[in-house]
């Protein structure tokens, strides 16, 4: 039974703002800087999961006495009297130091999942603090709520969800000693997630690799006026674009890739080193498409350790180049 419209509504803000943003240029900077902003030009070695706790506990030591050092030890930050160190940054940790491959601990995530749930969480905060005081004490626990669900989908919107920052945007409205900071949280959210984020890039980078990705796992052009080839398009979207005929077979699923596009029928998810293949009634949100798109890369580079940074334009070459020939072609037969 096909869904409701409301229910089948999509938005992916990265269709508008990536054709803007600019391709890797890391692969350009010397090895050691570039080793350590998460650029490799050879297949990462691989480490065991007590190899792995081991770094995670270091990570985590660091990146949260830095944050804590550094506030502590600056009078002007002491001159707003802030906690020691704000709570969400624990759980942050754990993310940027230990499941350091995941979606969610990627750069784009940590600061600006913190930030934009700063901001909402001060925003509804100040709302909420027009009622007289004991009003407002006594709503607290309405304005934490409120906040925690509106961050959540300000970062859904924005593909910047990172759990922690859940909790910063709970402290602005619960907690008397965050609330006190006032617009003031923004500065110290920025500065505690760029520390994070530069001993997690040190640390993280010595045994294992660190970001996946700075802003997202798809390719990115170097033409403004392009937009990125990544994607998976339904059934429904790709026959607008292109008329094909198998008798008797099911509906087939078209995937965009950095590599081109490619179709398949249905029951299984193939993943290559040059297509993601799902089936046409899977629907997939941003968090899993990423998922996907990161094994993509790491069993591309593991098979060829130089592709991984070919220029973006000759990607889109290659890209339109499959797209073309498989306009004439007949679809491959599927996998069942």
Not at 137 to 146: K, P, Q, S, Y
Not at 210 to 228: C, E
Not at 253 to 263: A, Y
Not at 272 to 298: F, G, M, S
Request: hydrophobic share 45%; net charge negative.
């Amino acid at each position: 039974m096909p869904l409701p419209a409301f229910q089948s509504l999509n938005f992916d803000i990265d269709k508008y703002i990536n054709p803007f943003i600019p391709a890797s240029r890391l692969c350009r900077l010397p090895k050691p800087v570039s080793r350590f902003l998460g650029y490799r030009d050879e297949p990462r070695q691989r480490i065991g999961n007590i190899v792995n706790w081991l770094w995670s506990f270091v990570g985590a030591f660091c990146g949260t006495a830095l944050i804590a050092g550094v506030c502590k030890s600056s009078a002007t930050i002491q001159s707003h009297a802030p906690p020691v160190i704000i709570g969400s940054f624990g759980a942050a940790a754990i993310l940027e130091y230990h499941t350091i491959e995941s979606p969610l601990a990627q750069p784009r995530n940590l600061i600006l999942g913190h930030f934009l749930a700063a901001l909402v969480g001060i925003s509804i905060t100040k709302l909420f603090a027009l009622l007289p005081d004991a009003r407002f004490e006594d709503l607290r626990w309405l304005a934490g709520a409120l906040a925690v669900g509106t961050s959540s989908v300000v970062m859904g919107a924005t593909q910047t969800v990172h759990p922690p920052a859940g909790a910063t945007a709970l402290l602005a409205a619960t907690s008397p000693e965050i609330t006190a900071l006032g617009w003031y949280l923004l500065a110290l959210v920025l500065l505690g997630s760029t520390l994070m984020l530069v001993s997690a890039c040190i640390i993280n980078n010595i045994h294992r690799r660190f970001p996946i990705y700075w802003w997202t796992p798809v390719a990115l052009s170097d033409n403004h006026n392009r937009r990125a080839t990544s994607g998976i398009e339904t059934v429904s979207q790709a026959e607008k674009e292109e008329q094909f005929s198998d008798a008797g077979s099911r509906r087939a699923s078209r995937v965009n890739t950095r590599e081109g596009v490619h179709f398949e029928r249905e029951h299984e998810i193939t993943i290559t080193a040059k297509h993601i293949i799902i089936p046409d009634w899977l629907v997939v949100n941003d968090w899993e498409r990423n998922v996907l798109e990161i094994l993509r890369e790491r069993l591309k580079v593991e098979l060829d350790p130089n592709s991984e940074w070919t220029e973006p334009s000759s990607r889109h070459s290659e890209a339109t180049a499959v797209s073309n020939d498989e306009e004439k072609a007949e679809p491959p037969v599927g996998i069942l």
